[in-house]
């Protein structure tokens, strides 16, 4: 397809079909670390092609909607991280660990007994199901290395940069995977940069570095202030994005929407596009197309139209389908309205 001005997007997940997922269950609790096969509606047996479905299903409404970069919408995920994050060597699946989520919870976590390393792709099948049912641009998910490694007991590394750097290697190997099966472009979601801001610049960034050692391809951070069905206090701007400047990605992918974000700091990332947050996910009221283009028109002094990809502020992933499917559609249509400004 030909690419034009303000290209949408998802930052990752759509909600999934409650026929696939519990998503009473799902909503009430924090997002899992450790498998939570629990929370499946399907046998085991009839599982993978029921994902196949529910993937079909969020494929078609992100074209519905509008969208020019599609993704898989995470239907295979119980969340955005831990089918990643529970397929590596070092984690001792049968006794999980402890750590506090960023809100100051306690969750189980993956507890690393041995050295991290990833023993075989991951998603790269994911991919290849997307790239096989669309013909638009499409972007696949990775948890990052500083996320993963917040996410975990470690019971194994001396230095904690030490295990984000082994993270780090399983992430990069994971999207040279990626691209390999067809993805155009591929996001390392980093929420926990934001939520732990001094680690994420003692060895996150060099972790995130490594990360993206020698790829190529086009490649996007996203990082955020944690879903908005989960935490609802929202600071009024970012505690870590300026030091994003210096890793080696295309895209950077941040909330604009909830926070009403002062998009000024947009000017500290001016060699980066920006996926911005235009949907506020907290509400289960739709935006109308002209909202939608008023958020993005804020972004405008900041950065320059060819660098912006409106997008929901995070995942999809809690909301109501047809809330979820009314989004999607107001964010195509706002991108529109201020595209044919620009045009």
């Known amino acids: 397809m030909t690419q034009h001005l303000f290209p949408t997007s998802l930052v990752g997940s759509y909600a999934q079909p409650d026929w696939l997922i519990d998503r009473q269950k799902l909503a009430g609790r924090f997002p899992p670390r450790v498998r939570a096969t629990e ?39 119980e969340s955005y991280s831990n089918r990643f994050a529970t397929a590596l060597e070092g984690v001792d699946l049968d006794n999980p660990g402890t750590a506090l989520d960023r809100s100051g919870h306690p969750n189980p976590v993956p507890r690393v007994t041995g050295r991290i390393r990833r023993m075989h792709a991951v998603e790269a099948d994911d991919v290849r199901f997307l790239r096989a049912n669309t013909d638009r641009r499409i972007k696949i998910t990775v ?95 970012y505690s870590f994005l300026p030091e994003l400047a210096a890793v080696p990605c295309d895209c950077v992918s941040i909330e604009t929407a909830q926070s009403n974000l002062d998009c000024s700091i947009l000017e500290t990332l001016p060699e980066k596009k920006i996926i911005l947050g235009v949907l506020d996910l907290s509400t289960h009221e739709v935006e109308t197309a002209e909202t939608v283009a008023a958020r993005i028109r804020r972004a405008l002094p900041h950065a320059d139209a060819a660098r912006i990809v409106p997008a929901p502020d995070c995942g999809l992933k809690y909301l109501p389908r047809d809330v979820a499917f009314g989004k999607m559609k107001a964010l195509a249509d706002g991108a529109a309205i201020v595209r044919a400004e620009a045009s």
């Open 143 to 237: 948890p990052g290395p500083f996320t993963m490694s917040q996410q975990a007991q470690n019971d194994w590394y001396d230095d904690p940069g030490e295990m984000a750097q082994d993270y780090a290697a399983a992430v990069n190997e994971e999207i040279r995977d990626l691209f390999a099966a067809g993805a155009d472009i591929v996001q390392i979601d980093e929420p926990y940069m934001q939520a732990r801001p001094d680690p994420a610049r003692a060895y996150g960034v060099a972790a995130l570095q490594r990360a993206l050692e020698g790829v190529e391809g086009e490649t996007a951070v996203h990082i955020c202030f944690g879903y908005a069905a989960i935490i609802h206090e929202r600071p009024e701007g």
């Open 39 to 77: 929370l499946w509606r399907v046998d085991p047996e009839y599982l993978e092609q029921a994902q196949n479905d529910a993937t079909l299903i969020a494929i078609r409404d992100q074209e519905r909607a509008g969208l020019d970069i599609i993704t898989d919408g995470e239907m295979r995920r």
